[in-house]
């Protein structure tokens, strides 16, 4: 207790500046992806540069938060987590009760910016699963498949009423990975989701109509054709416009004639496959693939369970990602918001992003160190 | 079990942590996969298809708002229309320099203020395709000269629409209230869908509580646009649904003669038709200009409204609750005889002040001295305050709050308009819930409870409504202003308003004795008869029962209340109530009236009571029934019926049909001989 707060902190940022312990492939792989999104969005956006250089900033915050991530060890991380958790869901309450938004209820005022709990949840929820975990035999029983259950119902269920679709998957999804990567035997894994199927029309029930209408236009874009089913019929018509070699760099028409609706956001993705085709799908999935290839390398590098489980539940919960937005903008899925990760414009999404590849980089540094 | 969990197998953990993490990799390699079968289905097999679609992609679809549905009078007269107009409007996206468009446009049409604001407000809440209105009803010079100046412009079209206007002006705004441009705040509320391209949604009045009957289903036409964006044809034409039309059961006659017999004093008054709960005059003094609303008030006529001492956007007919003084006093004797706790004929005598047994307060009557012995009709005739302490004491406040709820006091009367305050009912739950500090309840409160003094307050449509449901021989129906909607080109169909529940009145009796107690009111010959110096029955073909109330809005602090009686003086202490309705027998119409600044209820409030019925009387046909002579005084008659029916006539735009044939008026008279 010699140092005081001001030169421990001093210390701590120069330690991130001199030697910053990140994982040379993943940061390569990032860097990329993030200047194949800069120029798909400078494209969508007509050349928009205020457009470009405010996301750029964004991914330099991000690549800030990385590195202050990487110096964080994961055992401090785990301390922390419940309290992150519970944090997080006070947050997602207070918001229930008085937060304001437009058309869902999902941000918080704190004055000089507004901030989305439900952001903090995508990064809190695989913490706490493999938090609880961690101490726990593995593979998992019953009665720790239900108090998990029950950690992941509570958040998602107060983010799916605000109502907010997309990301209440999101943060399911990276809870469930980090449940069936803690070993939860397949026979208890398909027992619950032929309960999930059984529940369909329940949950048909508890939805609003808009989400409703939205699943029926996808399965007929035809029958809305002002609203959705017009998001729909023009984005397959930019993809599939596109042919094998796209039509080139800043020569897609769909957008460009204003055919397609939210082309620098949740369709983005529409613009990308219009102009640079199947080859640059086919490229930019393969360096999806990768990133997540190299999480799920890093966590099985890892030595203690809550790394290991929170490191390939943060890479798994990426693929959600990819796979429901390139789905939605190829009419394979229904209309949520979910973004393209580094490619669709859009603020808080992409820093928490970063945040959690910070997280990684963190435990890529500390393999070694055995709990 | 226990023990073995505590050594956790950390090695085959890893182990199995690495099958797993090989498992996921493979579904997710798996899932991208069928990802790129989807593309290549679209990009690779269809190519051809969506290539050409691509190619041929100048079709656009564009929403077309429905034509909002029209209001109308019971008889026709046209309420709200919707009349043509155009508008500037912006795309964004298609403007390189704001300021500098909207300074250069400004030199071709005029901009004020107001519109900028508006349209800067809009502009940071909508997309940048999304075109924002700039600039709303243009007139024919501003269309032609930036028709001239076009060209300068890229994304600044003039669109025509449709916009809202009353030609009745202030006559209805409290009613039919007004619509006004949407903004962001309410589309966080709307479904997209249904209003795109929509600009005006209801703010108050029937156009906000029938707003989903009155905005109908908008339709698309596919447009065939250059690469500018600009429609070169139209291809395929979905046509909107337009909205419902409302046809009000107010007749526009009645309206404009209770608005004009308040000569601008503020009040309200409601007339309500108890056999159906159909309002036939709701009015609000003073007044305002729904049209100012429709397209952007100005801030200076914004601020004028607002800062006006009178408050006149405030509907007083659903807003405005006031003591309602004695004009309980019917309800209260009714009361009395329904809880058989008195006779018609039992006896109290006025002294003119009350004590409570073992009390020393005093509780004053209106007569220093008293007027003597009263039963319940000469109590009700010459409002004897006297015998409503007496008997509210010996009904107990429980008994009384449970019979006036039923009436329908101290809740709104669901009306189907929007807004309506609650007024007070006196009753221990209430004082127990709003005066934490003394919770109790008081003998002295139940006293004055009797009067409608004290805790109560009461709006003029909930007096309204609780006189027709007396009126109409206890039925409770809710009042409605919409009597029956339209399609467009589809005959009307009324609006069910079946009543609320069996009738109130347990013995007709009861209710005969204080009808017959409300006719002495009107035509009563005693010297200290309410009514007796009004003379509110003469020339009025039918019997009119009615009872005043002056509720005072300050207690009494001083003696200058007695010593200073003059007229100014106390009109700015009272409030003025007047109830009535007609044909006493077989009542048609009851109206309640209050005067916000009026001397006395009888002298002040009755008259504008009177010229409603009157109205009313002239859309009936004005026919006398041969079974009621005129009490007295025939020749005032004649020119007081021939104005009201000459007044209405002029202000109509258009001739109007009469509602009822003079067929029916004889064979209502027919009823009421029976």
């Not at chain 2, 629409?161 to 009613?175: D, E, K, S």
């Not at chain 2, 909107?240 to 046809?247: E, H, M, Q, S």
């Not at chain 2, 139940?446 to 004290?454: L, P, W």
């Not at chain 2, 009490?631 to 007044?647: G, H, L, V």
Request: charged share 20%.
């Amino acid at each position: 207790m010699i140092d005081t707060w001001r030169t421990r902190l001093y210390r701590f940022f120069r330690r991130v500046w001199t030697r910053p312990r990140i994982d040379l492939p993943l940061a390569f792989a990032l860097v990329v992806l993030c200047g194949v999104g800069l120029a798909t969005l400078y494209s969508a956006g007509e050349g928009n540069i205020a457009l470009v250089g405010g996301q750029a900033a964004r991914f330099m915050l991000g690549g800030v938060f990385i590195l202050l991530m990487s110096r964080i060890p994961p055992s401090a991380l785990r301390n922390w987590t419940p309290w992150l958790y519970v944090g997080s869901t006070v947050l997602l309450v207070v918001v229930a009760v008085l937060g304001e938004g437009r058309g869902a209820d999902r941000w918080l005022n704190l004055g000089i910016m507004r901030f989305q709990p439900s952001e903090l949840m995508k990064l809190t929820m695989p913490m706490m699963v493999a938090w609880y975990l961690h101490p726990r035999q593995l593979p998992p029983r019953w009665k720790d498949i239900v108090v998990v259950g029950a950690l992941i119902a509570i958040p998602a269920g107060l983010i799916a009423k605000q109502p907010d679709l997309g990301t209440a998957l999101l943060v399911t999804a990276a809870g469930a990975f980090a449940l069936f990567l803690s070993g939860m035997a397949w026979w208890r894994i398909g027992m619950l989701l032929a309960a999930a199927g059984g529940m369909v029309p329940i949950a048909w029930h508890f939805m609003h109509q808009y989400q409703r209408d939205r699943i029926l236009t996808m399965l007929n874009p035809e029958s809305d054709p002002l609203g959705n089913g017009w998001h729909i019929i023009q984005s397959q018509i930019a993809v599939g416009s596109g042919g094998v070699f796209g039509k080139g760099f800043e020569q897609g028409t769909q957008s460009r004639l204003d055919f397609l609706p939210e082309h620098t956001t949740d369709f983005i993705f529409a613009v990308f496959s219009e102009e640079f085709g199947l080859i640059g799908v086919c490229a930019i999935l393969v360096l999806y693939a990768f990133i997540i290839g190299r999480c799920l390398w890093i966590a099985m590098e890892a030595r203690d369970t809550y790394s290991r489980l929170l490191a390939g539940a943060i890479g798994m919960s990426f693929f959600v990602y990819v796979f429901v937005n390139g789905g939605m903008v190829a009419g394979l899925l229904p209309v949520v918001g979910v973004p393209m990760p580094m490619v669709s414009y859009g603020g808080t999404s992409a820093v928490s992003l970063l945040v959690g590849f910070g997280v990684l980089m963190s435990i890529h540094a500390n393999r070694k160190v055995h709990d | 079990m226990k023990h073995l969990r505590r050594f956790k197998d950390t090695r085959g953990e890893g182990e199995m942590f690495r099958r797993r993490a090989l498992a996921g990799f493979a579904l997710i390699l798996l899932g991208l996969c069928a990802l790129v079968g989807r593309y290549v289905f679209l990009q690779v097999l269809h190519h051809d298809e969506f290539a050409l679609r691509s190619v041929n992609n100048s079709v656009k679809p564009r929403a077309i708002p429905p034509a909002r549905g029209l209001i109308y009078d019971r008889n026709g007269v046209l309420l709200a229309d919707n009349v043509p107009a155009f508008r500037l409007e912006v795309r964004p996206d298609q403007v390189q320099n704001m300021n500098e468009m909207l300074f250069q446009l400004g030199r071709v049409v005029p901009l004020d203020q107001d519109d900028l604001d508006a349209f800067r407000k809009q502009l940071k809440q909508s997309h940048r395709f999304d075109s924002v209105p700039l600039k709303m009803r243009l007139t024919e010079d501003d269309i032609a000269r930036f028709a001239v100046n076009r060209w300068r412009f890229p994304g600044v079209d003039v669109v025509p629409y449709l916009t809202r206007y009353y030609p009745l002006g202030p006559l209805f705004a409290h009613v039919v209230g007004y619509v006004s441009r949407i903004d962001a705040d309410d589309m966080a509320n709307l479904d997209p869908d249904r209003y795109k391209g929509t600009t005006h949604i209801g703010r108050s009045g029937l156009e906000r509580s029938y707003e989903d009957m009155l905005h109908g289903t908008p339709g698309y036409e596919l447009d065939e646009v250059n690469a500018d964006g600009r429609i070169q044809q139209v291809l395929e034409t979905h046509p909107p649904i337009p909205g419902k039309n409302l046809y009000l059961s107010i007749d526009a006659r009645i309206q404009k003669a209770a608005e004009e017999a308040f000569e601008g004093r503020p009040g309200a008054a409601v007339a309500i038709d108890p056999r159906n709960g159909q309002v036939l005059a709701m009015v609000s003094v003073p007044e305002f200009d729904p049209n100012l609303f429709v397209n952007g008030i100005s801030q200076a006529d914004y601020k004028a409204l607002i800062t006006s001492p009178d408050k006149p956007l405030i509907n007083r007919a659903l807003k405005g609750a006031y003591p309602p003084g004695s004009t309980v006093k019917p309800f209260m004797g009714l009361a009395g005889l329904e809880y058989g706790v008195r006779t018609p004929q039992d006896t109290v005598l006025s002294t003119g002040v009350f004590y409570i047994p073992g009390q020393s307060r005093g509780y004053r009557d209106d007569q220093r001295g008293g007027v003597g012995t009263v039963n319940l009709y000469r109590a009700i005739e010459d409002s004897v305050n006297t015998y409503f302490y007496k008997l509210a004491l010996d009904l107990g406040i429980d008994r009384i709050s449970a019979f006036m709820g039923s009436y329908g006091f101290g809740r709104p009367s669901g009306v189907d308009l929007p807004g309506e305050v609650s007024g007070i009912l006196p009753s221990r739950e209430w004082k127990a819930k709003h005066s934490p500090k003394q919770p109790s309840w008081y003998p002295g409160e139940t006293v004055i409870a009797g009067i409608g003094q004290g805790y109560w307050s009461v709006t003029a449509i909930q007096l309204a409504h609780a006189l027709a449901t007396f009126a109409g021989r206890g039925v409770p129906y809710a009042p409605r202003v919409v009597m029956a909607t339209a399609d467009v080109g589809k005959r009307s169909v009324p609006l069910a308003n079946p009543p609320a529940g069996p009738s109130l009145i347990k013995d007709m009796k009861d209710w005969q004795a204080v009808n017959d107690g409300m006719q002495l009111v009107i035509y009563g010959t005693d010297p200290f008869s309410t009514g007796s110096g009004v003379k509110l029955g003469d020339g009025f073909p039918y019997r009119i029962a009615g009872k005043s109330g002056t509720a005072e809005r300050f207690s009494r602090t001083s003696d200058a209340y007695n010593e200073n009686r003059n007229t100014a003086y106390l009109a700015a202490r009272h409030r003025a109530w007047f109830e009535a309705f007609t044909p006493a027998e077989d009542p048609r119409i009851a109206v309640a009236v209050v005067l916000e600044a009026g001397a006395w209820g009888a002298k002040d409030a009755g008259p504008i009571a009177r010229k409603i019925l009157d109205a009313w009387l002239a859309t009936q046909g004005g026919a006398v029934p041969p079974n009621h002579p005129l009490p007295e005084s025939e020749a005032d008659a004649a020119p007081a019926s021939a104005t009201t029916t000459a007044t209405p006539a002029d202000v109509m735009p258009e001739d109007t049909p009469q509602s009822d044939p003079p067929a029916s008026d004889s064979s209502s008279a027919g009823d009421d001989s029976q």
